[in-house]
């Protein structure tokens, strides 16, 4: 299935927060493929850093976890808590004007605790990978 | 069996970073509880995934899961079965 809409309205988050700007790819309870695109007016490159702006690591994360709690979403506003992180490595910085692509998987679901896998590419070159827990009740 | 104890034994304490030595932990010693590993329910998802990748035993529902994991005893008895 393909999917071109923002997220927006199915994700519980809203704006400055929402972390995902399209979905490329769904397959429910399976996997989903997200774009993110970094635009230098995102309010954090404002602090982080002002010579060199870089997006924070820990909101590539944020998009990851967002991009996976949308696999299991089921187009009811629900609440996911991020419950774990592991074996997250963060390749090299990721910078105004990228557009991230954001591959998640379900490795494994024991409602309402859910395992993702998750790469995020720039240009074919993987900027970051984690294992995500989402808790989604 | 011995072999198969031992490795589960290696993968509480690696994945789930349990600062306990593997002479302490035994087929009886319980998951749960301050008596026991004091595992909670991401630990025991985390096992879950551990469990497939080092063994290729699947546990996908939360029924089974809560039969298997009570002790190491039982968890190990389950990969024995279903390996």
Do not use: W
């Not at chain 1, 982080?48 to 590539?60: R, T």
């Not at chain 1, 774990?84 to 990228?98: E, H, L, N, T």
């Not at chain 2, 509880?33 to 290729?56: A, Q, R, T, Y």
């Amino acid at each position: 299935m393909s999917v071109s809409l923002p997220p927006v309205n199915i994700l519980p988050h809203s704006y400055p927060f929402v972390m995902i700007d399209k979905i490329v790819e769904l397959e429910k309870g399976q996997r989903i493929v997200c774009i993110k695109n970094v635009t230098i007016n995102e309010n954090y490159f404002t602090g982080h850093f002002e010579e060199n702006p870089s997006m924070p690591e820990i909101l590539i994360i944020e998009a990851m976890a967002q991009a996976s709690g949308l696999i299991v979403n089921n187009n009811k506003r629900t609440l996911v808590y991020l419950a774990g992180i592991r074996d997250a490595s963060f390749k090299r910085p990721v910078v105004p004007g990228d557009q991230i692509f954001i591959r998640s998987s379900i490795i494994q679901a024991l409602p309402p605790l859910y395992v993702f896998g998750v790469t995020a590419h720039v240009r074919d070159e993987v900027v970051s990978e984690a294992q995500i827990t989402l808790n989604i009740i | 069996m011995t072999d198969s104890i031992q490795k589960l034994k290696n993968l509480l304490i690696t994945r789930l970073k349990l600062k306990v030595d593997a002479d302490q932990i035994t087929e009886d010693t319980q998951l749960f509880g301050p008596e026991g590993l004091g595992l909670d329910s991401i630990d025991v998802l985390e096992l879950v995934v551990g469990i497939k990748k080092e063994f290729g035993v699947e546990i996908s529902d939360r029924q089974t899961a809560e039969k298997v994991f009570t002790s190491v005893g039982s968890i190990n008895k389950y990969i024995e079965e279903n390996r």
